[in-house]
């Protein structure tokens, strides 16, 4: 099933240079690309397998961004926590995960929201997003 899903202007300019790399990977691969309208193929146009992607591309992210392991798939439950930590509309979580009924959307993420814990555990990551980045100190950027 395709769905059309609204994207901030940041994400299209990403897929924006990501369709630049796929020509020249599709270039560099001339009659060995299989041309099978993916958005993130491999290296010559097939599927990427999913092992792979997790070891060598969502892990590694998850390491250099200095956050907590997730198993791949929770990118959607966190998503639908932080749109209702930000007070967005059920029926609007609801469509942007797919769900046929905003009760489906409800009883798996917005209930999180009445646990204190979570709202603490949103806030702190709020103020830390918001917080600015100290520069790196010289153990951290190699230096002695």
């Keep these: 099933m395709r769905a059309a899903v609204p994207l901030v202007p940041w994400a299209i300019e990403a897929l924006r240079r990501q369709q630049t790399r796929q020509a020249d990977e599709r270039a560099a691969a001339g009659a060995d690309w299989h041309d099978l309208d993916l958005v993130f193929p491999n290296n010559v146009g097939?599927?990427?397998?999913?092992?792979?992607?997790?070891?060598r591309v969502f892990h590694p992210l998850m390491k250099a961004?200095?956050?907590?392991?997730?198993?791949f798939q929770d990118i959607r439950g966190t998503t639908a926590t932080l749109l209702a930590f930000l007070s967005v509309d059920e029926a609007i979580i609801q469509k942007r995960l797919g769900?046929?009924?905003?009760?489906?959307?409800?009883?798996?993420?917005?209930?999180?929201?009445?646990?204190?814990?979570?709202?603490?555990?949103l806030e702190r990551l709020q103020h830390a997003l918001a917080a600015p980045v100290p520069p790196p100190t010289p153990t951290e950027s190699g230096g002695a």
Excluded: C, G, W
């Design 65 to 71: 961004a200095k956050v907590p392991a997730i198993r």
């Design 46 to 55: 097939n599927p990427i397998n999913t092992s792979t992607f997790r070891t």
């Design 99 to 121: 769900h046929a009924a905003v009760q489906t959307t409800r009883r798996h993420y917005i209930h999180l929201m009445d646990d204190p814990r979570v709202r603490e555990a």
